[in-house]
Each structure stands twice: as C-alpha cells, then as structure tokens.
C-alpha cells in the first residue's frame, strides 16, 4: 500500500512539474515575442533608401551629351542623414563630365521623400559599354556613426553610336541639299530662261498702224 501511495504521490508529483515547466515556456515564449515587437517596430521606423538610376537619352552617341539620372527614395520611417552617393562606373579614359558631379552629398532625406540628381558626361569612345550600379551610403539616426551602404539599379549595356554614323542617319544634310541645287540650278536655269526670253518675244504687244 505505501508502495502504491507514493507511486501515486510520484505520477502527480511529475504532473505537477510539467504543468509548471510548461507555464514557465508559456511566459518565456511571450516575453520573447514581447521583445521581439518592439525591435521590429524599431526597424520599420529606420531610414531605407532605394537608389534608381538611369540613362535618359533615347541614342548614345560618341562626343554628344549623355544624361544620367540618379534618384534617390527613402522609404523607410525616419529621416537619413549625411547621404553620399558614389559612383566610379564611368572611366575617364572613356567619358568626360560635361557638368555636374559623380560625388554627392545631401545632409537629410526626409521619409517618404525623394531626391534627384543628373550629370551630363560625354562619351570618348564609340562601341559597347555596360553601365553599372552606383553606391549610396548613409546613416540611420543621429547617436549611430555606422554606415549603411546600398547600390542602385544597374542600367545594363547600352551601344554608343559612332558620331559619323550618326550624323549620316539623322543630321538634316543641309550641305549635301546646298551641293545638289547648286548642281541642278543650270539644268533647270538654262530652259527657264530661254522659255522666259521666247515668252517675252512673243507677247510684246504689236504696234498699231496708223490710217
């Protein structure tokens, strides 16, 4: 009997210490979540940027002005500080900056904002060139010196068109139409005129005569 009262004692015993080893994972795992909702609360209220750049002209041509527009979004709940934009994707040996600048910085972004910024460069070169991402780094808050650094969009490969080639197709050859009237003209003069000289002749009224 006393064996049997404490195998009894015993299995209530171990329910006992279930049902509060489960009571104690029950607290641990609200307060986890707890935790957790404020840290995730904290994130979306960080600053996030999203860096969109992009090419805007219709033809690349060798030698002729070639617009690049960066534009820049902060998508996130604060605003980003101390902003720089970057961007080593155009060598020197292959385009030179006809105005504006490839290094920004912009002290503030406010949420749910944006800012733009365009360099003309022209290219060197003719042939294909990939246009690559630029770099973006800023940072969240004003007590944090960490950096949080992103890419843009990436254009991808573009063909720049010889500048002979180009004013072949599309220039409104003026000189070429000036040399072809020029060529024409006595053609087209020499008739004129005779038939202008004969017209003349023939319609000069008659003198009448006198009874």
């Known amino acids: 009997m006393i064996l049997t009262s404490f195998d009894v004692f015993g299995v209530e015993a171990n329910a006992a210490d279930v ?12 307060l986890a979540f707890a935790c957790y909702l404020p840290s995730d609360a904290e994130e979306e209220t960080e ?15 060798e030698g002729k002005d070639l617009t690049v527009e960066y534009r820049i979004y902060n998508v996130g709940g604060s605003s980003a500080l101390d902003i720089r934009l970057k961007d080593d994707s155009f060598p020197e040996a292959d385009f030179e900056i006809a105005r504006g600048n490839l290094n920004v910085i912009w002290e503030r972004i406010a949420p749910n904002t944006n800012v733009t910024h365009a360099v003309i460069l022209r290219p060197l070169k003719s042939g294909y060139f990939n246009f690559t991402s630029a770099e973006v780094s800023y940072r ?10 992103g890419y843009s969009s990436s ?30 003209l006595p053609s087209l003069g020499i008739p004129f005129l005779l038939w202008y000289s004969s017209k003349l002749k023939y319609d000069a009224p008659k003198p009448k005569k006198s009874n």
């Open 47 to 61: 600053a996030r940027l999203l860096v969109a750049k992009n090419i805007l002209n219709q033809y690349l041509v």
């Open 140 to 149: 969240v808050s004003e007590e944090s010196q960490d950096r949080q650094i």
């Open 19 to 30: 049902a509060v080893t489960m009571k104690l994972w029950k607290a641990a795992l609200l």
């Open 155 to 184: 254009p991808g490969e573009g063909g720049i068109v010889p500048r002979k080639d180009f004013d072949r197709r599309f220039s409104p050859h003026v000189v070429d139409w000036l040399v072809f009237a020029i060529m024409t």
